[in-house]
């Protein structure tokens, strides 16, 4: 009888999301069963417990992840997040998302999470430069700009990534731009990069409305969970549009009016670092966030954290369409009320893709030292996402599938494919 060796995991909310959503996807995938299980599991785990020197003299631990889901198409792409949340299921389920999101737009890369887990508001900016400095110096055995790319995510910024992007450099001895994505563009970062996400998960939310029918923008009412680089980047855009976003949201709650918000000015306002909960202006309600996914509205944005639609939430949500902005916001029982109710849901491979699409630019410019203007990025940006959309269609047409199996199995059929090519070594 042979023996299977495997992780032993444990019960995570957004890796068993991961994993269920797998397994809904993998009935459709032509490919044998060992290979969809070699899919189902991260290729590697790196676990990192290193000194921080804090400002006053102190020495405090923290401890850091990495994950690579699966190489097959190529090296992995993945944020670094630093939040006291962070766990190791949570970071596997990311890096299982991102090899499909990048499998399904085209990308020659496989998925890789990363995170500290650390709040980083608590931290001085010489503290958190010497933390990241520190996490890198753990993890530089697995960065490379031909291995695993680095990228910003919840709690790290550009600023973040230079930090990495130089410290890899000193320690290899030569610049290397290309190791990490999402950082300022005078050291090599790409126009529209800070953009991207959010202006990405307008574009498949366009694509959505016009399968359906729906062209007056003025009419489409829209309610955004989470106001940061995604939501607030995905507010301003479909306001620009003529869209009426009607409420938005940050970690303190929400602010809501029905006649449409100044989108403007509230981006304005948190720009100053305040909190949506100190909002004030003429007809504006404030409302919880568990408030704001049951707003009526035409289109909701969970644009935040994962597992905000749930079994307990789904049958409260007033809007015909979803267009995941976060990484799985929506569970699979929430999932499944929203297809009882009729509710048609963007799925966040797809959704938010943007972000990768414009990382991989990055890269890609960065490896070539030749650098393209912000139109040309998002003239690109767009025609791959459309693409995606339309792949995810016809595969949904195919087998009867709501679109996120859809693009999981378009997804997983494109890595099988590849894995199956390359075959198991030795």
Known sequence: MAVQHQATFTQDTAYQTALAQFDRAARF?????????????????MIVHFPVKKDDGRIEMYTGYRVHHNTSLGPTKGGIRYSLDVT??????????????????GLPYGGAKGGVVVDPKTLSIHENERLTRRYTSEMISLFSPHG??????????????????????MMIGHSVPAVVTGKPMNIGGSAGRTE???????????????RMGIHQTDEVRLVIQGFGNVGSYAALRASELGFKVVAVSDVSGGVYKAAGLDIPAIVKFTKKGQLLNEYRDQGVEFVTNTELISLPC?????????????E???KDVKAYLVVEGA?????????????????TVVPDVLAN?????????????????????????YRRMERLMIKAYDNVSVTAEKHKIPLRTAAQVAAIQRVAEATITRGIYP
């Open 148 to 169: 695993d790319i680095p990228a910003p995510d919840m709690g790290t910024n550009p600023q973040t990534m230079a930090w990495i992007m130089d410290t890899y450099s």
């Open 353 to 377: 893709s943007g972000g990768v699409i414009v990382s991989y630019f990055e890269w890609v410019q960065g490896l070539q030292s030749f650098f393209w203007d912000v139109d040309e990025v």
């Open 196 to 210: 991207a996400t959010g202006y990405g998960t307008i574009i498949a939310m366009l694509e959505a409305l016009k």
């Open 312 to 314: 307990f939430t789904a």
């Open 298 to 310: 035409d289109v909701l944005i969970p644009a935040a954290m994962e597992g905000q639609i749930t």
């Open 29 to 45: 995938v032509e490919a044998p069963d060992g290979y969809l299980e070699f899919l189902k599991q991260p290729q590697r785990e």
């Open 327 to 343: 990484n799985g916001p929506t569970t699979p029982e929430g999932d499944d009320i929203l297809a009882d109710k009729g509710v």
């Open 88 to 105: 190791l299921d949570e970071v596997r389920a990311l890096a299982m998302w991102m090899t499909w999101k990048c499998a399904l737009v």
